[in-house]
């Protein structure tokens, strides 16, 4: 079975400030990954996926991720942090069902972030 | 319209009573998806409808009832719950075939 491991609950950077945000993740095949945003009092947002191809995908809002394999990670980069990114961040590993209907994801705890003034 | 618009987004309700979650997609999905997120857990899978067929109930109890009449529409429906069924209840949808989830807003759920 996948899971996904986000070691920080919560970053605080500065506004203008670089961004990481980790992602470990276990599945037995060739994972699909996700990272999702959620803003206070909304539903999730896609920021970007990796299903195959160059492992730095790039996303929304000025974000990327990088596929490493070696290293079971997803990591979610910005290199300058806007006051507005504050939110909670889900990494996810998708997987196929058996039968090869959806995908069944599973997610993060998430990260919560903080921007400073 | 927004993609997947949920209503009620605020639910207060006591443990006898009956309510109902509503969930509508605008983007021409055929898969549409319960999730029960809580406080310091990820989020939890209930359920999954694919072309308005349950597809997966992750043991999920006999007090949450999903209902799908058609593949834009989802509801589920609510009795005897308990306080421990406070939570954000988000719906999503997405093609059968793509892991791509587009999520509601979210019912934000308060039991008494």
């Known amino acids: 079975a996948q899971s996904v491991t986000q070691p920080d609950i919560h970053i605080t950077v500065s506004e203008g400030a670089s961004l990481e945000l980790r992602c470990n993740y276990s599945y037995g095949a060739t994972p699909y990954l996700f990272w999702y945003v959620q803003s206070p009092g909304q539903g999730l947002q896609l920021l970007l996926k990796?299903?195959?191809?160059?492992?730095l995908v790039q996303g929304i809002k000025g974000f990327e991720a990088e596929f490493k394999r070696s290293q079971s990670s997803f990591n979610l980069r910005k290199p300058s942090v806007h006051w507005s990114d504050a939110a909670e961040y889900f990494c996810?590993?998708?997987?196929?069902?058996?039968?090869?209907?959806?995908?069944?994801?599973?997610f993060g705890k998430g990260t919560l972030l903080t921007v400073n003034p | 319209e927004t993609g997947v618009t949920q209503t009620p987004r605020h639910l207060v309700m006591g443990m006898t009573n009956k309510k109902s979650l509503k969930c509508e997609q605008h983007?021409?999905?055929?898969?549409m998806y319960w999730y029960k997120q809580s406080a310091k857990k990820p989020l939890e899978l209930m359920f999954v409808?694919?072309?308005?067929?349950?597809?997966e109930n992750n043991s999920v109890p006999s007090r949450f009832s999903p209902e799908c009449p058609n593949s834009s529409h989802l509801f589920l429906h609510l009795h005897t719950l308990q306080p421990e069924d406070s939570a954000l209840y988000l719906c999503?949808?997405?093609?059968?075939?793509?892991?791509?989830?587009?999520f509601g807003e979210g019912s934000r759920l308060t039991v008494l």
């Open positions: 996810a590993v998708g997987a196929l069902r058996s039968g090869g209907s959806n995908y069944k994801l599973t």
């Open positions: 990796y299903f195959s191809g160059d492992t």
């Open positions: 983007l021409g999905h055929n898969a």
């Open positions: 409808y694919n072309f308005k067929e349950q597809t």
């Open positions: 999503a949808s997405s093609q059968v075939s793509s892991g791509e989830l587009f």
